[in-house]
């Protein structure tokens, strides 16, 4: 049974009197002048009776779920944030259940998945609501086994590391540390922490639900790049594919990708299963699509190696295993895992050579020239020996300097521009929402 108090039908009386009919949820409640009132349900209909008579029914079993969830919706929850309500409401399938059967389950908990997170919905007193916020690996955990919060900002750091104390630079990415409750929030504080660990998320998701979601496609974005990020926008778009297939997956982001390459061009790439829509591509993805792009620019060369079927093999099962994150899964004495540490191990020792190249095969294909034009001029040192000593000096310094010069472009502003992609990239992802 579920009490009403004093101040809601208060507050029930003034609204009509003064606002008009209340109609939320099956309650209807109408002022039909002269002193005398209608109130329907789903269940009853109260036609004309007196404001002493109707303040009789409000509080009658059948009626009084209607008024306390009316009164937590209009006045505890109110109208002023539509993306707050909706998830709220969401929250509780409020669309798909008659108060009383949503009463009912509401005492046992409503559990809603967002991301990585559980939220757990109950029913307080008077028909208030109660939150529970967790991480869903923890969802059987009893509460006084986690590290209990109240604050919902308390989320910021929580959600700032992984369980190693890694930093998480994508907010979304699946790997938020668990061992953690929030017990008792209220709507507002709720959606708050929610907000802290997966910014913009709920406001993303109900725009996305009225069909009110901008999204800006892969090729607005990059056009829009200024400065050192503007040589994204030559990234072709088969290499676009695969800045999707590598960032903006389930097992990467949980995100569920909604930008495409163009308004009328769709990417091959899936775009995950996530609760909430990413509507642009984010500053990790610029960032790591600049580098792409420089890599792109190289010509490809034909390599000879020499390996065994099994070598192969283990090969394309290390990187597949770096690539899906699974290092940690790999068992230190199963040698039969190709990305196995010991196994890896003897493949480097057998198959690298003292520079560390694959069969002894160097990246660049004119090394072999350098390196036999060296020898040459050992073995005739004693008949030319200045001559071959010039030389050799003059084609080191050329190709040392080129290379250098290479790496540190490369390198530096790799770094660099990562960092002040994220100021300046992220500001303008969250900037409606």
Known sequence: MTDVRNEQVHTLFDRVDTEGPI????????????????????????????????????????????????????????????????????????????????????????????????????????????????????????????????DPLDARELSTYDEDGRYRPLRTAPSLASGWIFPDLDGRDAVEALDTIYPASIANWNLEREGDLDVTHWRETAERQTGIYGVVEELPSEAVDWVAETCCVDSQCLKRREWEYDADHELEADGGAGAFPCREPCSLVVAAARRWTKLEEEETHTYEFELTPSEKEQIEEIIDTVAE??????????????????????????????????????????????????????????????DHNHDDHNHDDHNHDDHNHDDHNHDDHNHDDHNHDDHNHDDHNHDDH
Request: aromatic share 8%; hydrophobic share 30%.
């Open 23 to 150: 109609d939320l949820d099956g309650l209807r409640v109408t002022a039909d002048g002269d002193g005398a009132y209608t109130l329907e349900t789903p269940d009853a209909t109260h036609e004309g009776v007196s404001e002493s008579k109707l303040r009789e029914v409000v509080r009658s079993d059948h009626v009084a779920p209607y008024v306390t969830n009316w009164y937590f919706w209009a006045e505890a929850i109110g109208s002023r944030s539509r993306h707050r309500r909706a998830f709220l409401r969401h929250a509780e399938a409020a669309a798909d259940h008659i108060v009383p059967e949503r009463y009912d389950a509401l005492r046992a908990g409503l559990e809603t998945e967002w991301g990585e997170v559980l939220v757990t919905v109950t029913l307080g007193e008077d028909g208030q609501r109660r939150y529970e916020i967790r991480h869903a690996d923890d969802a059987s955990a009893d509460p006084g086994d986690l590290d209990a919060y109240h």
């Open 325 to 386: 994150d699974r290092t940690d899964e790999v068992r230190e004495a199963d040698v039969y895992e190709g990305a196995n540490r010991y196994r890896t191990r003897f493949l480097r020792a057998k198959r690298f050579d003292d520079e560390g190249n694959l069969s002894g095969v160097p990246t660049d294909p004119h090394e072999d020239e350098h390196h036999d034009h060296e020898a040459h001029g050992d073995s005739h040192d004693d008949h030319n020996h200045d």
